[in-house]
């Protein structure tokens, strides 16, 4: 039986057949935790919990599912208000113990559910959830910080190898043990981002106990995140604007196109099926104006035996300091474009790599479904911004690049086109 996939209805012997990706680079390098300080807690208890979760988010919400999954939250227009994790927890007695005896009185197996969600967005969204809970039998909490903390885990270990359609049912539950069972799952949106673990607010990931592993930064975490092109909370997915496809929330498993009604699905399930999606959040290295344009997508390495990564790119990579980068939204647009038609807008990052929502067509050579591709070579592509007043404040180049998960992806959507008789 295949553990719980990006597309649970993919065979195991298709999936076989797929390229793999191994979880990290192939080294020695020691595991790393990273506490994301950024994300927060929503607490769902109570005998209607799935019921309740399964009308609000795009996945499908599965009473047996013991292991986390990626899912979103969106409005009835079909934007997206916030990305998530959703944990069961009722497997859990680390974390059943914790609950008030009044919430436990019909039994430690009654569903409960954690939501993940963007710190700075957790009081909206809780209050986003309450008001469609009416009479069902639910309790909802916003848990306060730092009372229980999401950890990132990544290490490389040769055997661990997976697809974004397929993981070995051994790795969909990592943390089983015989006396309990912790919450986590294994972060499937893109080939390397480990897996993430809910833990009480004074406890670490067992692995930081072993020899040679280190507590990483926050930043750490963010930019290994931003170069595989995952776009995480609401600085980089703006709430009630972004659309899920767009997104990559898709791509990265968040969206069951086989289940049924939830907020936000018409024009969801109408977009996958009749529709092509020409704009996408990608990783984008920023160069200064007049500079060459990287030639190849910068890439987080480990230090083997170290304990530390570092970001590589082009050789000249260093002599391309960028003394500012866009504020969010910004317009990206062709050089030499007089009107300054928009081909993009930049989202977020750190130092001179962050992410920006591109059309495909025109910042990438990627042949997009009935469509002709506009890119060529020699296109460069800028942002710039003005003071309050007007004026001229920052000028910035900017290079896309899609992940080669994405391009694997984008030529599936293809492939599907092609057999529907979409393409010629």
Same mark, same amino acid.
């Given at each position: 039986?295949?553990?719980?996939?990006p597309?649970?209805?993919? $065979? *195991?012997? $298709?999936a +076989?057949?797929?390229r793999?990706y191994s979880d990290?680079?192939?080294?020695?390098s020691?595991?790393?935790?990273a506490?994301?300080?950024?994300?927060?807690?929503?607490s769902?208890?109570?005998?209607d919990?799935a019921?309740?979760?399964?009308?609000?988010?795009?996945?499908?919400i599965?009473?047996?599912?013991?292991?986390?999954?990626y !899912?979103?939250f969106?409005?009835?227009?079909? /934007?997206?208000?916030n990305d998530?994790?959703?944990y069961?927890?009722?497997?859990?007695?680390?974390y059943t113990n914790?609950?008030p005896s !009044?919430?436990? %009185?019909t039994g430690s197996?009654?569903?409960g559910y954690?939501?993940?969600?963007? !710190?700075?967005?957790? =009081?909206s969204?809780f209050t *986003?959830i309450?008001?469609y809970?009416?009479?069902?039998?639910?309790?909802?909490?916003?848990?306060?910080e730092?009372?229980?903390n999401?950890w %990132?885990?990544?290490?490389n270990?040769?055997?661990? *190898?997976?697809t974004?359609?397929?993981i070995p049912?051994?790795?969909?539950?990592?943390?089983?043990t015989?006396?309990?069972?912790?919450i986590g799952?294994?972060?499937a949106?893109?080939?390397?981002?480990?897996q993430?673990? @809910?833990?009480p607010?004074? %406890?670490?990931?067992?692995?930081?106990?072993?020899e #040679?592993?280190?507590?990483? !930064?926050?930043e750490e975490?963010?930019?290994?995140?931003?170069?595989k092109g995952v776009?995480?909370?609401? /600085?980089?997915?703006?709430?009630?604007?972004?659309?899920?496809?767009e %997104?990559?929330?898709?791509?990265?498993?968040?969206i069951?196109f086989?289940k049924?009604c939830y907020?936000?699905q018409?024009?969801? @399930?109408r977009?996958?099926h009749?529709?092509?999606?020409?704009?996408?959040?990608?990783?984008?290295?920023l160069?200064?104006?007049?500079a060459?344009?990287?030639?190849k =997508?910068?890439e987080? *390495?480990?230090?083997e035996?170290?304990?530390? &990564?570092i970001?590589?790119g082009?050789?000249?990579? +260093?002599?391309k300091?960028v003394d500012?980068?866009?504020?969010?939204?910004t317009?990206?647009? /062709?050089?030499?474009d007089?009107k300054?038609?928009?081909?993009? +807008?930049?989202?977020?990052?750190?130092?001179?790599?962050?992410?920006?929502? $591109? /059309?495909?067509?025109?910042?990438?050579?990627?042949k997009?479904?009935?469509?002709?591709?506009?890119?060529?070579?020699?296109?460069?592509?800028m942002?710039?911004?003005?003071?309050?007043n007007?004026k001229?404040? &920052?000028?910035?180049?900017v +290079?896309a690049f899609?992940p080669?998960?994405?391009?694997?992806?984008l #030529?599936?959507?293809?492939?599907?086109?092609?057999?529907k &008789?979409?393409?010629?």
């Amino acid at each position: 039986m295949l553990g719980r996939t990006p597309s649970r209805f993919i $065979c *195991h012997q $298709c999936a +076989k057949g797929r390229r793999r990706y191994s979880d990290l680079p192939s080294s020695t390098s020691p595991p790393k935790a990273a506490k994301l300080t950024n994300r927060r807690l929503i607490s769902v208890q109570g005998q209607d919990a799935a019921h309740f979760l399964q009308g609000l988010t795009t996945n499908n919400i599965r009473p047996e599912q013991t292991s986390g999954f990626y !899912s979103a939250f969106l409005t009835a227009q079909g /934007r997206v208000l916030n990305d998530v994790f959703i944990y069961p927890t009722s497997h859990s007695r680390a974390y059943t113990n914790t609950l008030p005896s !009044s919430v436990t %009185s019909t039994g430690s197996s009654e569903p409960g559910y954690l939501i993940e969600v963007d !710190s700075s967005e957790a =009081q909206s969204l809780f209050t *986003h959830i309450k008001r469609y809970r009416l009479r069902a039998k639910v309790l909802l909490k916003l848990l306060d910080e730092g009372q229980w903390n999401t950890w %990132s885990i990544w290490n490389n270990p040769p055997h661990e *190898h997976w697809t974004t359609h397929y993981i070995p049912e051994q790795l969909t539950n990592p943390h089983k043990t015989e006396d309990t069972i912790k919450i986590g799952c294994i972060d499937a949106r893109a080939p390397g981002m480990g897996q993430r673990v @809910i833990l009480p607010g004074d %406890s670490q990931p067992d692995i930081l106990s072993q020899e #040679g592993s280190k507590e990483a !930064s926050l930043e750490e975490y963010i930019i290994r995140r931003i170069l595989k092109g995952v776009a995480e909370g609401q /600085r980089e997915i703006p709430r009630e604007t972004s659309l899920p496809q767009e %997104s990559n929330i898709d791509f990265m498993g968040g969206i069951d196109f086989r289940k049924g009604c939830y907020v936000g699905q018409e024009l969801t @399930i109408r977009t996958h099926h009749t529709g092509v999606v020409r704009k996408r959040i990608l990783p984008v290295e920023l160069y200064p104006d007049g500079a060459s344009p990287p030639l190849k =997508q910068m890439e987080y *390495h480990e230090v083997e035996n170290k304990g530390v &990564g570092i970001v590589t790119g082009d050789e000249g990579g +260093k002599k391309k300091k960028v003394d500012q980068p866009p504020p969010p939204g910004t317009t990206i647009f /062709r050089v030499g474009d007089d009107k300054k038609r928009s081909t993009g +807008k930049w989202l977020d990052g750190i130092g001179r790599i962050g992410l920006a929502l $591109c /059309r495909l067509e025109i910042m990438t050579d990627t042949k997009l479904p009935a469509g002709r591709l506009l890119w060529t070579p020699e296109m460069e592509f800028m942002a710039e911004w003005v003071t309050e007043n007007g004026k001229l404040d &920052g000028r910035v180049n900017v +290079k896309a690049f899609v992940p080669g998960w994405m391009k694997e992806r984008l #030529g599936q959507g293809r492939e599907r086109e092609r057999e529907k &008789g979409g393409l010629v």
